[in-house]
């Protein structure tokens, strides 16, 4: 589990593109489900449109907050759920404790790489629909996970950003380090060096197969950061949190000034 249900990103940056739409919406997948989603449209977009991909808790309101906050400085946010299959397209509808492990497993364990794709397609979809030049996707934890999966190229993404996502295998399925020879949009990873999760080891092999795989990235670890340090009340590894969103920004935009060069991402 990542983060708690009144958990909130950390703000650093004054809002200089202004908030011209933020709402809940529906997104039909490529089997027909309706997925719920989230839209913070900026009022002066200036790059690339992000699909952020929540924790395995899927559409809350700490991702709310995050797209809004992404919106803020010009880009583009789309956050998708991804339990439309089995708890419907209304995450208000669903229990309070529909997000403690007991009860999310069994819709967990349901989930598949293929519902996962569609619904991730779908998100990019309707982004470059909206008038999205490029899509980047950004995920945490286990959508950290499923963002350096999105790199692959069927998703046709710019970029991948993902903060403390497993890379590893996970109960038998293959993790982005055993897909990285198909992976191939530039990554961008943030570790934290204090995370029970992950250890250093699965973090250096997943580094290793994409460096032979020929696929640009970039990691970050912050040495005494947890496991999501990326929050608001984690006051003791602020410059962590800081220092990653001023990277995360800095990733947006090199798509922006890559596109606008007539270079490729």
């Not at 400085?73 to 309070?96: I, M, S």
């Not at 204090?194 to 970039?218: N, Q, Y």
């Amino acid at each position: 589990m990542c983060y708690p249900a009144d958990a909130a990103p950390p703000a650093f940056s004054p809002a200089t593109h202004g908030l011209a739409e933020a709402a809940d919406l529906t997104l039909a997948s490529a089997d027909g489900t309706e997925v719920a989603a989230f839209l913070a449209r900026p009022e002066h977009p200036a790059g690339p449109g992000v699909l952020v991909l929540p924790d395995n808790k899927g559409l809350s309101d700490f991702y709310r907050q995050t797209a809004v906050r992404l919106a803020e400085q010009g880009f583009l946010a789309l956050v998708v759920d991804y339990y439309g299959r089995t708890a419907g397209a209304d995450p208000e509808n669903r229990a309070p404790e529909f997000g403690e492990l007991p009860n999310l497993l069994p819709h967990l364990l349901a989930l598949t790489p293929e519902g996962l794709d569609a619904d991730l397609a779908a998100g990019a979809d309707r982004l470059r629909a909206l008038g999205a030049p490029e899509v980047v996707a950004l995920g945490f934890c286990f959508g950290g996970r499923q963002a350096f999966r999105a790199a692959a190229p069927r998703f046709g993404l710019a970029g991948a950003v993902g903060f403390y996502g497993y890379p590893d295998a996970l109960n038998g399925a293959p993790g982005p380090t055993q897909l990285a020879a198909g992976l191939t949009a530039p990554i961008l990873a943030f570790w934290g060096g204090a995370d029970e999760h992950i250890p250093p080891s699965a973090v250096a092999a997943f580094d290793a197969a994409l460096t032979r795989a020929g696929c640009a990235h970039e990691f970050m670890t912050f040495p005494q950061a947890p496991h999501n340090f990326f929050e608001l009340t984690t006051v003791q590894h602020r410059d962590a949190a800081r220092e990653s969103w001023f990277r995360l920004l800095g990733f947006l935009s090199e798509r922006t000034i890559r596109r606008t060069s007539g270079g490729h991402p």
